[in-house]
């Protein structure tokens, strides 16, 4: 059954979202089958697209609203946020 | 080694580009080559045949004819007819000279070639084993492909059955050649490059499943085919199970070890109903872009941290202006 989840995340990387963060978001994004998107003021960005991602521009301590839609939709959610909070293991 | 590297062999690849012209023996082109090494033999000529290699290619030059029109008629018949007893490949008088009446005769008698070139000694030997070492140097025979795309030899190699023949059809239909199916014969050869040629006797022939052999040449033309080409980019085709995602951005240029060469790789997933072959183009181009110094995914990564550095807010046009759209 489709649901539909969503949290806050912060971006803690030193340097932001840049390109190497966002392929690895996009990485774990895309393992979910559920819809994963990352919303910043009034851009929202498909998080299995690193081109989109590309858009959010985020520095360090940004605020993103991740929301995901799908069966996986909360399994979805709770990785991310936790991979935000590690960083996704990059600098 | 692929085959026997006779001096006939040598003479129809080289005679142009070394000027060589034959001056009797012919019927000794037939001999083999056994190794790059050349020789002079100007203490031979002296009368001292120890340590004389005969399995050298002889190459006479002004020392050599000088010191030999010094001696006496007879005496030039027997040292040039024990030289040539010692049977070697050929004998190469340089610089346009003359060779003697008697080296000629000697040649005839022992059925060994004497070719003359116009080149002077030190450039006829230093490119003579270029071309050796380049025939004697170690060989590989790989089971994949190699095309010509965009100028880049580009060698695609992935499991059987994934799609590396239908590959290169597409990319020979697109207009980029054909150098090797199936087989390919990779030798490295000086200056650190890897060259392929195709590994079977008939080469331009191809295996299409469902088709069967098809002649690449009768199909699409002598300029869609070339004979051999170096080796610039390696192209791996994966499956969906081998194919893992990690972090794909374009920052770090893969590599693979190719011959004891460190060579560009990309992996190029497959997939049903989508075209392996646009992929190999456009990474082709890429690589090409690279090698001139632009470096697609480190520029787009550098306009975007200048991006998340300004503290813009997101949505206003990040990378530039409409400036160059000139057309509205």
């Known amino acids: 059954m489709a649901t539909e989840h969503a ?57 993103l609203e991740l929301s995901a839609s799908g069966d996986d939709a909360e399994a979805a959610v709770t990785r991310l946020a936790r991979r935000f909070a590690e960083k996704f293991d990059a600098p | 080694m692929p085959s026997r590297m006779t001096v006939h062999k040598w003479f129809l690849r080289m005679q142009y580009e070394l000027s060589l012209r034959l001056v009797s023996g012919g019927e000794g082109l037939d001999k083999e080559l056994t190794t790059p090494q ?19 290619m002889q190459v006479l030059g002004q020392q050599e004819i000088a010191y030999v029109s010094d001696l006496a008629p007879a005496r030039r018949s027997e040292i040039f007819r024990q030289m040539l007893d010692a049977d070697m490949p050929c ?43 380049e025939e ?52 490295h050869i000086t200056g650190h490059r890897v060259v392929g040629t195709s590994a079977h006797p008939l080469k331009y022939y191809m295996e299409v499943r469902g088709i069967g052999i098809i002649s690449v040449v009768t199909i699409f033309g002598v300029t869609a085919v070339r004979s051999h080409k170096r080796v610039g980019l390696v192209a791996t085709l994966v499956g969906p199970d081998e194919y893992n995602d990690e972090g794909r951005t374009g920052l770090d240029q893969e590599e693979v070890m190719l011959m004891g060469e460190m060579l560009p790789h990309v992996r190029v997933p497959v997939r049903a109903g989508r075209s392996p072959a646009v992929l190999v183009e456009v990474a082709t181009m890429d690589f090409l872009a690279r090698r001139m110094g632009h470096y697609a995914a480190r520029e787009f990564d550098e306009a975007l941290l200048r991006q998340i550095e300004s503290g813009q807010e997101p949505g206003a046009a990040p990378f530039g202006d409409w400036d160059d759209q000139a057309d509205f």
Not at chain 1, 21 to 48: C, I, P, Q, Y
Not at chain 2, 167 to 181: N, S, W
């Open chain 2, 136 to 187: 004697f140097g170690p060989s590989e025979v790989l089971h994949a492909n190699l095309a010509e795309v965009y100028g880049v030899g580009v060698l695609i190699q992935g499991k059987s059955g994934i799609g590396k023949s239908e590959c290169m059809l597409e990319l020979v239909k697109r207009g980029h050649r054909f150098v090797a199916d199936d087989s390919v014969v990779l030798k």
């Open chain 1, 7 to 63: 949290a806050q995340v912060v971006v803690l990387n030193e340097r932001g979202i840049h390109l190497h963060v966002a392929s690895l978001l996009a990485r774990e994004a895309a393992a979910f089958a559920a819809d994963v998107f990352l919303r910043r003021g009034d851009v929202t960005a498909n998080a299995k697209s690193v081109m989109s991602l590309a858009l959010l521009a985020a520095p360090c301590g940004t605020e």
């Open chain 2, 91 to 133: 004998v190469v008088v340089t610089r346009g000279l003359e060779p003697p009446a008697e080296l000629v005769e000697e040649s005839r008698r022992a059925a060994t070639a004497l070719l003359s070139t116009n080149m002077s000694t030190g450039s006829f030997i230093a490119r003579t084993i270029v071309y050796l070492e």
């Open chain 2, 38 to 56: 050349v020789s002079r033999p100007g203490l031979t000529l002296a009368g001292y045949f120890r340590h004389f290699d005969p399995r050298q």
